[in-house]
Each structure stands twice: as structure tokens, then as C-alpha cells.
Nanobody, 118 residues
Framework: QVQLVESGGALVQAGGSLRLSCAAS????????MGWFRQPPGKEREFVAG????????YYKDSVKGRFTISGDDAKNTVSLQMDSLKPEDTAVYYC???????????WGQGTQVTVSS
């Protein structure tokens, strides 16, 4: 099994920045991709950003491109999400995820709350 622990969620004003971090432990050798999802209040969970260890390719939800940056360290099995120019619609519980191949996420963190006030 792989365990994921997120940190960094907070209350922030619109236009502000926040950095989320996630650390993986356990059978981390199975991890090929790590990413971030979010679940806004009353809505479905959605993909936000992902990174593959092989090649370092990154992927983003359209609405966060240019504002959010995902980065990771495959040697340390950590991934971060730098969020700039935050908007109230970014308010959500953010989840770290990991998986054995691209866009297949088998492991999930507990989530961290991000609230953006207007």
C-alpha cells in the first residue's frame, strides 16, 4: 500500500497564494504518477494537475493553467501544488493522489481544505 499525507490547506483571500504539499510512504516504488484533485462544495471531485515521474510531463485542468504549478521529487516521493491568483471558485477540499501509470490513481490522501474568500 501507499500512504499519502497532504498539508498546506488554509483560508486565503482572493488573489493570494497557497502551496500544498504531499508526501508518499509505503510501497512508493509502484508510483508512476502523482496528482491533485479537488472537490468543491456540493460538486464532484475533479482533476486539477498531475505529473509523471518518467519524463516529468505535467497536466492541468484548463481553469488553473497559468495560475497553478505542480512539481515533484520522485526520489523523495513528494509532490507540491503552487497556487497563485486564487479565486473563490478554487475553494474545495484538495486531495493528493498517486498511481502506477498515467491518469490511473489508486491511492488517495485524506484531503486538505482550501478556502478562498472574496
Amino acid at each position: 500500500q501507499v500512504q499519502l499525507v497532504e498539508s498546506g490547506g488554509a483560508l486565503v483571500q482572493a488573489g493570494g497564494s497557497l502551496r500544498l504539499s504531499c508526501a508518499a510512504s509505503g510501497r512508493t516504488f509502484v508510483i508512476y504518477t502523482m496528482g491533485w484533485f479537488r472537490q468543491p462544495p456540493g460538486k464532484e471531485r475533479e482533476f486539477v494537475a498531475g505529473i509523471n515521474w518518467s519524463g516529468g510531463n505535467t497536466y492541468y485542468k484548463d481553469s488553473v493553467k497559468g495560475r497553478f504549478t505542480i512539481s515533484g521529487d520522485d526520489a523523495k516521493n513528494t509532490v507540491s501544488l503552487q497556487m497563485d491568483s486564487l479565486k473563490p471558485e478554487d475553494t474545495a477540499v484538495y486531495y493528493c493522489a498517486a498511481g502506477p501509470r498515467g491518469f490511473k490513481y489508486d491511492y488517495w490522501g485524506q484531503g486538505t481544505q482550501v478556502t478562498v474568500s472574496s
